[in-house]
């Protein structure tokens, strides 16, 4: 599969570990495009339009042997009545996915868009649709998700074309794209998450009633979660520019029972609506902790 302007967030290293995995919903969605890879009318058709790769999960009667005795290759018969998974990224751009502190490999930004890209040239290779939205100045940019290698290329262009935006709730960003998105589908949030917690709470309720399924990936810089700060320092929030001065030693104790409350009352909201929650640090590596992820998520339960 030929993609251009992979160099940014594409890394064959992370595609490598992302070999032989796929990404699935884990119901069947009532829509145009559902997550199971089968429309609500499984062997009403006798013709099949392509070969895809097999995974595990997928039923064996639908495995065509005789291509398999030509490659050694197990393949599936995509039947013309299958449908397809429609996957969308809501990224955030908001400016506090900027930081990136001193013993980190790249950005919050940065590495939410190596996620996203990896994801979605996963979710291409399945032979499925790939979208994405994030916020651009006073709207939301949204490119609908389309099962083409072109469609993969304008996600990746947009991830390395987009900075990141000041003043940006990516609650309102997320019930903005819920509100008009008509299509149920798989959603792939990749977000800080330091957003209004009332708002937040609500637009990934949303996202939940209007009948998607939803994977929230936390990407957090390890100085956010461990603020190894212990002198008099300058901070400069990133959403508005400002600076001010502290104790840090006195702040921490503080900080960190904040920091870990709020991360607590997000993965119990997470549960309750049953949304798969995934902090991420931005100094691990990407490949072995999204393969991970991928390979749990794919057990049976």
Known sequence: MKVASTANYL??????????????????VDSLMSGTHRSTHVGTSTEYSQHRPYVPGDD??????????????????????ETNLACTFLLDTSGS???????SPMSKRDY?????????????GQGDAVGIALQDQEKCITVPPAATDQRLSEIIELLDQKRSQHDVDFGHVIHSWAMNCF????VVVVADLFAEEETLHKALKDLREFGHEVIVFRICD?????????????????????SVSLDAEVFRDGYLKQFRA???????????????????LTDQSLGPALGHFLATRGRPE
């Open 11 to 28: 890394d064959p290293r992370v595609l490598a570990d992302l070999q032989g995995l796929s990404l699935r919903t884990r119901h069947i």
């Open 222 to 242: 390890r100085d956010e979660v461990e603020f190894p700060f212990d002198r008099f320092t300058e901070f400069r929030p990133l959403e508005t520019g400002d």
């Open 60 to 81: 064996l009667r639908h495995v065509d042997w005789k291509a398999y005795g030509r490659s050694d290759r197990m393949y599936v018969k995509q039947f013309l009545d």
């Open 112 to 124: 939410a868009s190596c996620l996203a890209a990896s994801l979605a040239w996963l979710v291409r």
């Open 183 to 186: 299509l149920r589908q798989l």
């Open 262 to 280: 709020f991360e607590s009352r997000l993965r119990l909201a997470c549960q309750r609506l049953e949304i798969d929650f995934v902090p991420l």
């Open 97 to 103: 996915m900027d930081y990136r502190g001193p013993d």
